[in-house]
């Protein structure tokens, strides 16, 4: 009986240390990550940072990276807000490195199968990265809806610099009504 016990303790402390070597292995950057639930960050007033919430008057307009930077901790705070996607869907957001750019994946996939809804929604992707350091930073947004035939799509690149604490870039412009804001 001892050594069945001390063989089930084995087998769980092996497969406990599988799952920490898994996740010792994730690529992912970003140290907390959020996305929004229909209609943004700035509706439901949540954000990582007050600031990256965005202005409600002004959300509507643009797609817009916002970001804040935190030289005391070389932490990269970003929100890449109102992005147009089906509402019905499972949303991730990923950061690594590739070289010297951060890179940004935003997944969209469905939740169950293939299942859809006939409507869109706007949506917030945010993430706080540390070790950043100071200066430009150079950043690549990627954007993958699964279930469309485009595949990964690089939605913007660029840099930011750092020096500045806090910055927007807009990704996309235009009118996207009735799906953001309903007016």
Request: contains cysteine; proline residues 3%; negative net charge.
């Amino acid at each position: 009986m001892l050594a069945n016990r001390g063989m089930r303790s084995s087998t769980l402390i092996t497969s406990l240390l599988a799952l920490g070597a898994l996740a010792a292995c994730s690529n992912d950057l970003s140290r907390e990550s959020a996305v929004s639930a229909c209609g943004g960050f700035a509706q439901s007033g949540q954000a990582l940072v007050a600031d990256l919430k965005g202005d409600p008057a002004t959300y509507c307009e643009a797609e817009r990276l916002l970001w804040a930077y935190f030289p005391a901790t070389q932490t990269l705070e970003f929100s890449n807000n109102r992005i147009l996607l089906n509402c019905c869907g499972k949303h991730e957001l990923d950061v690594t490195l590739d070289g010297t750019t951060y890179v940004i994946t935003e997944t969209d996939a469905p939740e169950f199968g293939d299942a859809r809804c006939g409507c869109s929604c706007v949506f917030d992707y945010a993430a706080a990265v540390d070790g950043v350091p100071a200066g430009q930073v150079d950043l690549r947004i990627i954007r993958d809806v699964t279930d469309d035939d485009a595949g990964p799509v690089a939605v913007w690149e660029g840099s930011i610099d750092t020096t500045t604490s806090t910055g927007a870039v807009d990704i996309t412009t235009g009118d996207i009504d009735p799906w953001c804001g309903g007016e």
